[in-house]
Structure formats: structure tokens, C-alpha cells
């Protein structure tokens, strides 16, 4: 990769000199929301649905991100095609901004926005041959009515904790489940069971970040025929499944071939995931907006 641009409020510059306020209130308190967004062959994926999320996680906590939807398309665009990027991913920040160190976002003038992009780093090709293995972990996803999941904030402690437990039990990434032990998700990724054809993936209420890969899914097996329902489940629903996969903007779709050491089905990726892994993929091929193929202006 030639030297990596960064977009940082308003302007592209070098990966050294993209460096924000240690005022910003992003830093100081987790203030703000962000995206993960991907391009795949030239085309940026869904991009209108994580801009959605994007615009509603920042209205419900009261921040005005100072750009229209159309500039912020142009704005990741423009970040994939000033690294020459045609497969990457892309990361979307827009912290409350500077302020000072008090909790009170009113202190804080301009929001900071940032757009980073860069090759993608997924799991290793390996795993999705193999399968995952996965842990429950003891730290629980937050209530929905105390931090709704829909809001993809930069406060993602919860998910941090999750992801350390997993490290520390050996296994990269884990089960996550709600304070009344359903199931929820996992620390970056929802999850799927698959029963007789059937699949099933938690409603958000129950604590799951409504994931665009997760509704792309949905689609996906709706279309090709498969009964799909958002239900409420429990770790013996999981245990007892034919195939469970995990589905996000960097795993895409991921088999788990072990949770909490019951193997799931026959210990490999089963047909349901792989048929819907390839249906994906295919699917983000054609679909998307096309990086090379309009004249945006950013400024
Ligand atoms: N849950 C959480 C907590 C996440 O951070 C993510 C990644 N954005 C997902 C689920 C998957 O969502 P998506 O398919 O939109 O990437």
C-alpha cells in the first residue's frame, strides 16, 4: 500500500499526522459513534444501511454530525479512492469533538469525524474451513434499556471485556448473553442457529446490535427458501443446533464448530452456512455503491 491518507475533519492527511485533541471528548469519555463498513471489488457495501445506523446512533445521543448523508457517502469513497483501495475496510468515527474536561457534551463546538481505510484483516482463511470454537463468557450484554445495543457507540467496553475473556479462555471470540441469560451475540459479531433448515437469530431487543451482514443473511435465506424467524433463545438451543454461524462486516459469515465444548453438528461448517456464506459472497460482488464510477466532490 502506498502511504495510507486518513480522512480527519475535512481534509486527507498522512497516518502520522492524523491525531486528534487529547480534549476530544472521544477520548476522554467514549463520546461519539462510528461504523465498520466494507468494499468489496469496487462496490461499497450496503452502504446507505451503516450511514442510516451511523445518522441514528449519533441522533439518539444528541450529536449533529456536520454532514449530509450524500457528503459522508462521498467522504468514504473518496478515503477508499485516495488509498487505491478496491477491497478494504472502512472505519467511520464522529467523536462529540473537543471540549473541556467536564461530562457535558455542550462544551464541545465541532464534532470530529474520521475516516480510515485500509486492507482488510479477517480470520484466517483456515477458519472458515475449520469452524470457530467459542466460550459463553461471564460478562453480560447491557440492558437494552440502560444502553440500547442499536447504538453503535465508541463506548464499547462490554464487547472489550467479552473479547479478553474469550483471549484469556483461548478462543477467539466468544457467546454473549443478556442479563436474563438468552442469548445475545457475540462481542462483534450476531449469531445463528440452524434446526432442521430453520434459522435463528435474536430480535435486538434481547440485546444484539441489529447487524447489516445479519439482515443481509435473513434476506438471503428467506429468498433461497429457508424458514428464518428472530427468536429468543438459550445456550441449550445453541448446544442442541445443527449449525451455528456468526455473521459481521469483517467475519462476514463464520462456522462454530464448538461452544463451550459441545461440538456443534459434526464439528465442521454445515451445508446451511456454507450455501449462505456463497450466496454472500456473491452478493457482494454486484451490490453496492461503486467507488470508481462517480465523480464525488469532499470538502
Ligand atoms: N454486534 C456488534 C456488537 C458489532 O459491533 C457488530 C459489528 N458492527 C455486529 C454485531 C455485526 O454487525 P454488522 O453486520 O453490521 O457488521
Known amino acids: 500500500m502506498s502511504e495510507q491518507l ?70 468514504v469513497v473518496e478515503t477508499l479512492r485516495q488509498n487505491h483501495l478496491q477491497d478494504g475496510y472502512i472505519r467511520l468515527v464522529v467523536s462529540r469533538g473537543v471540549g473541556d474536561l467536564g461530562l457535558s457534551p455542550f462544551s464541545c463546538e465541532m464534532p470530529t469525524v ?43 467496553l462490554n464487547n472489550i471485556l467479552v473479547k479478553i475473556e474469550a483471549n484469556l479462555a483461548g478462543v477467539p471470540e466468544a457467546l454473549m448473553l443478556n442479563d436474563q441469560g ?27 446490535l441489529v447487524g447489516i451482514t445479519r439482515n443481509a443473511i435473513l434476506d438471503l435465506a428467506r429468498e433461497k427458501g429457508y424458514e428464518v424467524a428472530e427468536a429468543v433463545f438459550t445456550r441449550h438451543d445453541v448446544y442442541t443446533a445443527d449449525e451455528v454461524f456468526l455473521t459481521g462486516t469483517a467475519a462476514e459469515v463464520i462456522a462454530v464448530k464448538k ?23 456473491e452478493l457482494t460482488q454486484n451490490d453496492g455503491v461503486k467507488i470508481y464510477d462517480q465523480t464525488l466532490n469532499v470538502s
Open 259 to 281: 461452544v463451550d465444548g459441545r461440538v456443534i453438528g459434526e464439528g465442521k461448517p454445515g451445508p446451511v452456512t456454507q450455501d449462505l456464506l456463497d450466496s454472500f459472497r
Open 6 to 75: 486518513i480522512f480527519l475533519n475535512g481534509k486527507f492527511v498522512k497516518k502520522q499526522e492524523a491525531v486528534v485533541s487529547v480534549y476530544d471528548h472521544g477520548f476522554l469519555y467514549g463520546d461519539g459513534v462510528f461504523e465498520g463498513i466494507r468494499a468489496y471489488s469496487g462496490n461499497v457495501f450496503r452502504l446507505d444501511e451503516h450511514l442510516t445506523r451511523l445518522y441514528d446512533s449519533a441522533k439518539s445521543i444528541m450529536l449533529t454530525i456536520p454532514y449530509t448523508k450524500e457528503e459522508m457517502t462521498a467522504i
Open 182 to 208: 438468552y442469548v445475545a451475540e457475540g462481542s462483534a459479531d450476531n449469531i445463528f442457529i440452524v434446526k432442521n433448515n430453520k434459522l435463528l437469530t435474536p430480535p435486538g431487543h434481547v440485546g444484539a
Open 114 to 156: 474520521i475516516a480510515i481505510a485500509e486492507p482488510l484483516r479477517i480470520f484466517p482463511k483456515e477458519l472458515y474451513e475449520t469452524g470457530l470454537e467459542i466460550v459463553t463468557v461471564a460478562t453480560r450484554r447491557n440492558r437494552s434499556d440502560v444502553l440500547s445495543p442499536m447504538v453503535k457507540s465508541l463506548n464499547y
